[in-house]
T-cell receptor, first 117, second 113 residues
Framework: GAVVSQHPSRVICKSGTSVKIECRSL??????MFWYRQFPKQSLMLMATSNEGSKATYEQGVEKDKFLINHASLTLSTLTVTSAHPEDSSFYIC?????????????FGPGTRLTVT | GENVGLHLPTLSVQEGDNSIINCAYSNSASDYFIWYKQESGKGPQFIIDIRSNMDKRQGQRVTVLLNKTVKHLSLQIAATQPGDSAVYFCAERRTGANSKLTFGKGITLSVRP
């Protein structure tokens, strides 16, 4: 149980284009999802907290107009990297909490490798 | 960010030995801790968690110890196997931070056959 999927797993795009990454909770509902960014051999850096039906909460230093987050349903959150640049190349990982519990455990997706050329 | 330019420390253990992975956390008000395992190119995978009202919790082949006095968390893996090779992260939930987790820098566990 508690499976989270991400799509696509890998994407290569040209500089200036936008890329959308989907995060789905497959067997549970998630009122809260999280988006992380991870550079090679480094830890996870939280970008934003996505709440179903409301605006995402961005961490300090994360541009909300560049990283658009939409959490339209209890099983889907999307991250759109707008006007991508090579420095946006990274491993993007989402996670989700099970709705209606007091458990803080986050279930992670498999990640999306973004390469901007 | 604080992790820029840093490489993850590595712990090398012999297959069959016990592994101890340590983590220091900074916030004395943190009330929930969790260990994740991340294999190369994959998302983190839950190992075990512990609340601040406990000092020890055991799972299958794993034990988490929490020392709130010195703000130290450890993960013990019994009879380490090659499949345990991965990067391990500790994470804490800071009181007042809603459901956000703050991740530590991570440690690479390398198991020698």
């Amino acid at each position: 149980g508690a499976v989270v999927s991400q799509h696509p797993s890998r994407v290569i795009c040209k500089s200036g284009t936008s890329v959308k990454i989907e995060c789905r909770s497959l067997d549970f509902q998630a009122t809260t999802m999280f988006w992380y960014r991870q550079f090679p051999k480094q830890s996870l850096m939280l970008m934003a907290t996505s709440n179903e039906g409301s605006k995402a909460t961005y961490e300090q230093g994360v541009e909300k107009d560049k990283f658009l987050i939409n959490h339209a349903s209890l099983t889907l959150s999307t991250l759109t990297v707008t006007s991508a640049h090579p420095e946006d190349s990274s491993f993007y990982i989402c996670s989700a909490r099970i709705a209606g519990t007091r458990n803080y455990e986050q279930y992670f997706g498999p990640g999306t490798r973004l390469t901007v050329t | 960010g604080e992790n820029v330019g840093l490489h993850l420390p590595t712990l090398s253990v012999q297959e069959g030995d016990n592994s101890i992975i340590n983590c220091a956390y900074s916030n004395s008000a943190s009330d929930y801790f969790i260990w994740y395992k991340q294999e190369s190119g994959k998302g983190p995978q839950f190992i075990i968690d512990i609340r601040s009202n406990m000092d020890k919790r055991q799972g299958q082949r794993v034990t988490v110890l929490l020392n709130k006095t010195v703000k130290h968390l450890s993960l013990q893996i019994a009879a380490t196997q090659p499949g345990d090779s991965a990067v391990y992260f500790c994470a804490e939930r800071r009181t007042g931070a809603n459901s956000k987790l703050t991740f530590g820098k991570g440690i690479t566990l390398s198991v020698r056959p």
